[in-house]
């Protein structure tokens, strides 16, 4: 029973979470079309410094929105999007220019990944493996919600002596919820899809020049 009542206050979590779209709007300013921050509103901070539409990214930075902040950039042919309240520390930088992952410390981020170079995805609960794939991850102070939104993961729970669970997904097909361990309960919950739409995975892949795969050639 309080296993039970954990997950319905995880899911309820999700659900009451803010949503603010990357679609075109008047509150985001547009940016150059170039490498670097695409769309940008509220308070966003790269390295501790206030940013603008301007502003560089580069591996090894750290992003922060603050509760009235979002942000979408790009970096190589990866493509990313934060939503407000989120603080992110980009990986190291590869012989191709791209990243090789990326720690999730808090709050809601979308991500597309070129694909052929297997990267790494760090949460407070879960440790996802990452070869061409699109997702979105969501932390709440029970846990963290993972979406393949397509592709394939291979996700690890932090819970000690856990198992693995590969998840291959062609449009959002197999979304899981990631329990604290301190939380007790399963390590891998299957949940619905959530806080995050086709349309921003399709943003995000089109600025860096892709299509998903539900979307036609």
Same mark, same amino acid.
């Given at each position: 029973?309080?296993?039970?009542?954990?997950?319905?206050?995880?899911?309820?979590?999700?659900?009451?979470?803010?949503?603010?779209?990357?679609?075109?709007?008047?509150?985001?300013?547009?940016?150059?079309?170039?490498?670097?921050?695409?769309?940008? &509103?509220?308070?966003?901070?790269?390295?501790?410094?206030?940013? &603008?539409?301007?502003?560089?990214?580069?591996?090894?930075?750290?992003?922060?929105?603050?509760?009235d902040g979002?942000?979408?950039?790009?970096?190589?042919?990866?493509?990313?999007?934060?939503?407000?309240?989120?603080?992110?520390?980009?990986?190291?930088?590869?012989?191709?220019?791209?990243?090789?992952?990326?720690?999730?410390?808090?709050?809601?981020?979308?991500?597309?990944?070129?694909?052929?170079?297997?990267?790494?995805?760090?949460?407070?609960?879960?440790?996802?493996?990452?070869?061409?794939?699109?997702?979105?991850?969501?932390?709440?102070?029970?846990?963290?919600?993972?979406?393949?939104?397509?592709?394939?993961?291979?996700?690890? &729970?932090?819970?000690?002596?856990?198992?693995?669970?590969?998840?291959? &997904?062609?449009?959002?097909?197999?979304?899981?919820l990631v329990?604290?361990?301190?939380?007790?309960?399963?390590?891998?919950?299957?949940?619905?899809?959530?806080?995050?739409?086709?349309?921003?995975?399709?943003?995000?892949?089109?600025y860096v020049?892709?299509?998903?795969?539900?979307?036609?050639?």
């Amino acid at each position: 029973m309080e296993a039970r009542a954990r997950r319905r206050d995880l899911i309820a979590a999700l659900l009451l979470a803010p949503a603010a779209s990357l679609l075109p709007g008047r509150a985001f300013a547009q940016a150059p079309a170039v490498d670097g921050i695409r769309r940008l &509103s509220g308070t966003v901070l790269v390295n501790g410094e206030p940013a &603008s539409a301007t502003t560089p990214i580069r591996p090894g930075d750290r992003i922060v929105t603050g509760s009235d902040g979002a942000v979408a950039f790009t970096l190589a042919a990866d493509a990313y999007f934060l939503r407000a309240g989120s603080e992110v520390h980009l990986g190291n930088a590869l012989a191709s220019g791209l990243i090789d992952g990326l720690r999730i410390v808090t709050g809601a981020v979308g991500a597309a990944f070129r694909r052929g170079t297997r990267r790494t995805v760090y949460t407070p609960t879960v440790t996802a493996g990452i070869r061409g794939t699109a997702v979105y991850v969501q932390t709440t102070p029970g846990g963290t919600y993972f979406c393949t939104c397509h592709g394939a993961v291979e996700l690890t &729970s932090a819970r000690p002596g856990s198992g693995r669970l590969v998840v291959q &997904s062609s449009r959002h097909s197999s979304p899981q919820l990631v329990p604290d361990p301190a939380a007790g309960g399963d390590e891998f919950v299957p949940a619905r899809i959530e806080t995050h739409t086709d349309a921003e995975i399709e943003t995000l892949e089109r600025y860096v020049g892709r299509r998903p795969p539900w979307v036609a050639r």
